[in-house]
């Protein structure tokens, strides 16, 4: 099996989850007594979302760079981001190695594209929400992503941050979030939600939305469970 290195922190709550869905994946396809060889570098999602928040995103991508050199010198054979909001800066982190580096953002584009949609909601961080990483990618592929009002974006940002980034899930929280996927749905006739949060996946499941989910950390647990036993 190939050795997998994790960027993991983005936050705690998923990166345990990722961590566990690579093992449990592993452990179903080759047997209870295989695992996996990973290693995970710890960082911080409220340094990245603090510099995104100010447009700093040179030393977003310095401070990764970093995590991915130490995961590098660990001799990972593949490197992957635990989180989404991290992509904004792929392109500039993935330069700085010659290991091959997973997106996230491209595992949902092939996912999405599998499925045939053209016109997907997208929840997450206001970075992530505001951004053009996960609009570029998915629109290569033709198929166009909506997002929230303004004030549901905040609010949206907020939960992630001062909520599920703690281990915290409030049902009022969670019941704010699928109205705002109602909502984009009915203003916009969306085919499926991309769950643009690996928070998200641990609260919410295929039947939860009014519409089909993406789920983008179950997505890419499948992907690097299938590299690593290449």
Same mark, same amino acid.
């Given at each position: ?70 995961? *590098?010198?660990?001799?990972? $054979?593949? !490197? ?8 904004? @800066?792929? =392109? &500039? ?58 004030? *549901?974006?905040?609010?949206? $940002?907020? !939960? ?8 915290? @899930?409030? =049902? &009022? ?58």
């Amino acid at each position: 099996m190939k050795k997998l290195g994790l960027m993991g922190g983005f936050g705690q709550e998923s990166t345990i989850a990722f961590y566990r869905g690579i093992v449990d994946r592993i452990k179903e396809r080759l047997g209870d007594e295989c695992m996996p060889d990973i290693t995970i570098e710890s960082m911080s999602i409220f340094e990245v979302l603090d510099l995104c928040e100010h447009g700093r995103y040179a030393p977003v991508a310095d401070y990764l760079t970093d995590g991915m050199r130490a995961l *590098d010198a660990a001799g990972c $054979d593949i !490197i992957a981001m635990a989180g989404v909001t991290p992509h904004i @800066v792929f =392109p &500039e982190v993935e330069a700085h190695t010659n290991k091959e580096m997973v997106s996230m953002v491209d595992t949902a584009c092939e996912a999405a594209a599998a499925d045939g949609y053209r016109k997907v909601g997208l929840i997450g961080t206001l970075p992530t929400m505001d951004g053009t990483f996960i609009k570029w990618a998915f629109g290569a592929k033709k198929i166009e992503i909506v997002t929230p009002g303004e004030e *549901d974006k905040l609010e949206i $940002d907020r !939960i992630i941050r001062e909520e599920l980034e703690q281990g915290r @899930v409030k =049902p &009022e929280s969670r019941k704010f979030i699928q109205d705002v996927v109602k909502r984009i749905d009915e203003q916009n006739d969306i085919e499926a939600v991309l769950l643009g949060a690996t928070e998200f996946s641990l609260i919410f499941g295929e039947k939860d939305f009014v519409v089909p989910t993406i789920d983008m950390m179950r997505a890419q647990i499948d992907k690097l469970s299938d590299l690593i036993i290449e």
